[in-house]
């Protein structure tokens, strides 16, 4: 079974700051990889799919790169909104089973 | 627009078994290539994948889970039905179910329903 280990665990900056997360598979994934945001009493949303590909409605500052085990996601202006906890989840192989630990982006 | 909401019991005894109802609109189970799937995630922790049916009636489960998990849906009804035996504490969390098209992803969630597991 896939792992996805995603880093750091907790990511603390400003607004205005960029952001990168990681994301690494246990084994190639390809690009079937996305990226979920997930506020505090609310349910997931699905932010990037197939590893670079925005959701509609999904601001460009967020972007998805990365193929095979290892995958990013770049926040590039923080927004006071973009606090969150952020999986990720594969789908190499089907039912799509497989999320990440989280990261969460803290207000520094 | 699509829409997914789950219900059933806040508070069941250990070694009960759970039954949650995950009602939606918005689409079809009946349509090639549409799923429903279960994902939970205790308090405070990471989400866990837990079922999925799809709409041939193919049904998916935890591997760590399976002798407990039954997935079920009605078409008629827009309804799936997750059942989970023997509880136990540490299944405490928050029930998703969430709507996700043939070798895609989770699109469309609802908002979870918070289960607790004591006596």
């Known amino acids: 079974e896939i792992v996805l280990t995603q880093s750091p665990a907790t990511l603390s900056l400003s607004p205005g700051e960029g952001a990168t997360l990681s994301c690494r598979a246990s084994q190639n994934v390809g690009s079937y990889l996305a990226w979920y945001q997930q506020k505090v009493g609310q349910a997931p949303r699905l932010l990037i799919y197939?590893?670079?590909n925005r959701t509609t409605g999904i601001p460009a500052r967020f972007s998805g790169s990365g193929s095979g085990t290892d995958f990013t996601l770049t926040i590039s202006s923080l927004e006071p909104e973009d606090f969150a906890v952020y999986y990720c989840?594969?789908?190499?192989?089907?039912?799509?089973?497989?999320f990440g630990q989280g990261t969460k982006l803290e207000i520094k | 627009q699509v829409t997914l909401r789950e219900s059933g019991p806040a508070l069941v005894k250990p070694t009960e078994t759970l039954t949650l109802t995950c009602t939606f609109s918005g689409f079809s189970l009946s349509t090639s290539g549409m799923c429903v799937s279960w994902i939970r995630q205790p308090p405070g922790k990471a989400l866990e994948w837990l079922a999925l049916?799809?709409?041939?009636?193919?049904?998916y489960y935890s591997t760590s889970l399976k002798t407990r998990l039954t997935i079920s849906k009605d078409t008629s009804k827009n309804q799936v039905v997750l059942t989970m035996t023997d509880m136990d504490p540490v299944d405490t969390g928050t029930y998703y179910c969430a709507r996700v098209r043939w070798m895609h992803y989770f699109d469309y969630w609802g908002q979870g329903t918070l289960v607790t597991v004591s006596s």
């Open positions: 989840q594969e789908r190499s192989y089907w039912p799509p089973r497989t």
């Open positions: 049916i799809d709409w041939d009636d193919d049904k």
């Open positions: 197939d590893a670079s």
